[in-house]
């Protein structure tokens, strides 16, 4: 159960100023057993933040930056020449994570429009 950090500050308050559990239970914060969940955890860890999730990243906001910066001065760059010039700068990281960090800075892969080719049939517009 997600609790905000408004409720987890509340509930920890009223067990520093030594409400038992069945206290902070009866006030209704929250469900019983979310209540002793953060107050155990509060017991081991010593404060209330929760322990981020997931994979660490490969690359800094910093590094982020530069490859976007890098595609931005090429519009043409593949995210394969990216990843290359990404590894000169230190990071390891795949043409997908590329193609990823772009993304997420709302720069999205698009290819010019295929025009036909002009004919001399074609109408000139200088006559």
């Not at 902070?24 to 057993?33: G, L, N, R």
């Not at 490859?67 to 931005?72: A, E, G, P, S």
């Not at 999205?108 to 006559?127: E, I, M, Y």
Request: overall charge positive.
């Amino acid at each position: 159960m997600v609790t905000c950090k408004e409720t987890l500050a509340a509930i920890i308050a009223l067990h520093k100023n030594s409400f038992t559990g069945k206290d902070i239970v009866a006030t209704k914060i929250a469900p019983q057993s979310t209540i002793y969940r953060i107050i155990k955890n509060f017991k081991e860890r010593g404060s209330i933040l929760v322990k981020a999730s997931g994979r660490p990243r490969k690359s800094s906001k910093r590094q982020d930056r530069l490859v976007k910066r890098v595609q931005l001065r090429d519009r043409s760059a593949t995210s394969a020449e990216l990843a290359q010039e990404w590894q000169q700068a230190g990071v390891s990281a795949s043409a997908r994570t590329v193609r990823r960090r772009l993304l997420e800075d709302g720069l999205v892969s698009k290819r010019a429009a295929k025009k036909p080719l002009l004919t001399k049939k074609n109408p000139s517009g200088t006559d």
